[in-house]
């Protein structure tokens, strides 16, 4: 079983964090932290829809880019891009050259728009909040889905959105602190969700 490990600075984290400073730097300032705003929740959602079939680091390294590339995530400005934007996009080696990807962010900044009449992005993502369950105390014990996030993945295709599975779902959840699953020992736990 894997649990916390301690850090060359002392501190008890999850073990996916330990190794690779930028993931550090992630799991110690924003990974399971609540977010505001609609840019902020289209960005997490995008990330995670590349993030599929990559490792996290590489995402994480190309955030940068990704948030150049895709105007800040502000969903009218994406939502308005074409045929010219995405040639753009497929051309920009600091990001996921992946057309099923691109199209996704696309897709979503659009239908993004589309539920702002019905109060955003942010508010039907919070809507589906699981109860607290218990602590995982091990990597074991860390489920990739719940019953929330199948819901969430359905209700979101529902709305439009594409690339927003049930496990990209939780991964979303635990990463916009939905979802508490920083480790029992780890110093994160219990400063995540609000």
Not at 48 to 77: H, M, Y
Not at 78 to 107: P, Q, S
């Amino acid at each position: 079983m894997t649990g916390p490990v301690v850090g060359d600075d002392g501190l008890l984290r999850c073990p996916w964090a330990a190794g690779h400073p930028v993931n550090r730097d992630y799991h110690d300032t924003e990974w399971g932290v609540p977010i505001a705003g609609e840019a902020a929740h289209l960005e997490r959602l995008t990330l995670e829809a590349f993030q599929s079939g990559l490792s996290w680091l590489t995402i994480l390294n190309k955030r940068p880019a990704f948030r150049a590339a895709f105007a800040g995530f502000d969903a009218e400005v994406v939502a308005a891009y074409d045929d010219a934007d995405r040639a753009r996009l497929m051309a920009d080696a600091g990001i996921v050259r992946n057309r099923l990807k691109v199209d996704a962010a696309i897709t979503n900044a659009r239908a993004t728009v589309g539920l702002r009449a019905e109060g955003g992005l942010a508010a039907f993502i919070e809507g589906f909040r699981p109860e607290v369950g218990p602590a995982p105390a091990t990597t074991e014990e860390m489920v990739t889905t719940s019953p929330e996030s199948i819901a969430l993945s359905k209700a979101l295709k529902k709305k439009g959105f594409v690339f927003v599975g049930p496990t990209t779902m939780y991964a979303l959840m635990e990463a916009i602190g939905i979802v508490d699953d920083h480790l029992v020992g780890c110093h994160r736990r219990g400063c995540a969700t609000a």
